[in-house]
């Protein structure tokens, strides 16, 4: 859809994209995995509301922020949510062993982690867990 109305080559999708298809095109799906879709419009508001959810948690211009979670619309809003926060998004394969994991989130000194209840397994991590999972993290205002 981006490259179809001349905004960019696909490989080069930005927030300022985002935020402007998600005004344009509030009905078409931007977004659809296993039975769940998103429109332009829903992936900016709740992109939205976890950036702020995430700058009120702490999160610093330019801070790492890991995010484990599986290919899926919330990894997406996940993504655009650090980026909004002003954060620096570090994906982790939620396949990954433990100690690698615990590692990569130390070693970058992330201090907060987004993921899924599910995904939390026996994984300590010294820092704030946000889970995107939980609908409390979208409450509030979707402008930033």
Known sequence: MVRQHGYRPAGEVNLPTVRGAGGTYVGPNCSRFRGTQLTYGELNERAN???RTLRAE???PDQPVGIMAER????IVGILGI?????AYM???P???ETRIRYMLEDSGAKMLLTKNH???PLTFGGKTVTLDDRHVYDGTDRI
């Not at 899926?72 to 990894?75: C, E, I, K, L």
Request: proline share 12%; glycine share 20%.
């Open 72 to 75: 899926s619309p919330d990894m």
């Open 83 to 87: 980026l909004k926060a002003g954060g």
């Open 119 to 121: 995904l939390l397994g």
């Open 91 to 93: 994906p982790i394969d």
């Open 95 to 97: 396949g990954y062993p």
């Open 49 to 51: 509301r976890l950036s």
């Open 58 to 60: 702490g999160v610093q």
